[in-house]
């Protein structure tokens, strides 16, 4: 596809279960980031990718997540043991390279996830 | 701390009316403030993006001016049309001392809607 692609689009959990997200960068895109966006709220940092770079995890809120890349294509992230809480849109995005002054980040459509 | 604040929360303006949106920063280390337009179901796309070393940028019916002294920037769409009834983020990054300003912080949202 052309753009930033995510699955599943919409995730029902159960607390305490394991969840994975999926997102495929635009090809040839070096950077992914992973954002959260919970309701009525801006969007959070959580991970950057860059290249071969080890990844900036900052932004991860607790042990629960964690994300991995492959290379410059597909990244994955967990989060383990959802809580009520983890209810949000995590969205993913790449770009040329991993500097949104010189470069457009491209978001996808999101994952909606909702924690029973 | 909420490093970037976004007002209004909500905007109601008739079609052909002037919408604007209000952000204002913290650090002043912030050197890239883009906009970002995010429809229902979507990801956010940027829409317009300003530097701190000018004062006003525009592009077509969307123009940012920004106030440095004030550590405030600002959205405004002329000539409103029901099409840009969306959801606008303000976000800001910077460059880290020897790296690459790649973390976007974001404002909360404001949710036009445009009344044909």
């Known amino acids: 596809g052309a753009g930033v692609s995510q699955s599943p689009s919409n995730k029902v959990t159960e607390k305490g279960k394991d969840v994975e997200l999926r997102c495929d960068p635009i090809?040839?895109?070096?950077?992914l980031y992973w954002y959260r966006q919970r309701l009525g709220q801006g969007l959070e940092f959580l991970i950057y990718?860059?290249?071969?770079?080890?990844?900036?995890k900052s932004g991860l809120p607790s042990d629960r997540f964690s994300a991995e890349r492959t290379g410059e294509s597909v990244s994955t992230l967990t989060i383990q043991r959802t809580q009520q809480e983890d209810s949000a849109v995590y969205l993913c995005?790449?770009?040329?390279?991993?500097?949104?002054?010189?470069?457009?980040?491209?978001f996808g459509e999101g994952s909606w996830l909702t924690v029973v | 701390q909420q490093q970037v604040k976004q007002s209004p929360q909500s905007l109601i303006v008739q079609k052909g009316g002037i919408s604007i949106i209000n952000c204002a920063y913290e650090n002043t280390a912030f050197d890239y403030f883009p906009w970002y337009q995010q429809f229902p179901g979507k990801g956010p796309a940027l829409l317009i993006a300003i530097r701190p070393d000018v004062s006003e940028k525009k592009e077509g019916r969307f123009t940012i001016s920004f106030n440095k002294s004030a550590k405030q920037f600002s959205l405004h769409i002329m000539d409103s049309q029901p099409g840009d009834s969306a959801t606008y983020f303000c976000a800001a990054s910077m460059t880290p001392l020897g790296g690459s300003n790649y973390k976007l912080t974001f404002g909360k949202g404001t949710l036009l809607t445009v009344n044909p």
């Open positions: 090809s040839g895109h070096t950077a």
């Open positions: 990718f860059q290249g071969n770079s080890a990844p900036d």
């Open positions: 995005a790449s770009s040329p390279r991993g500097t949104p002054r010189e470069n457009t980040i491209y």
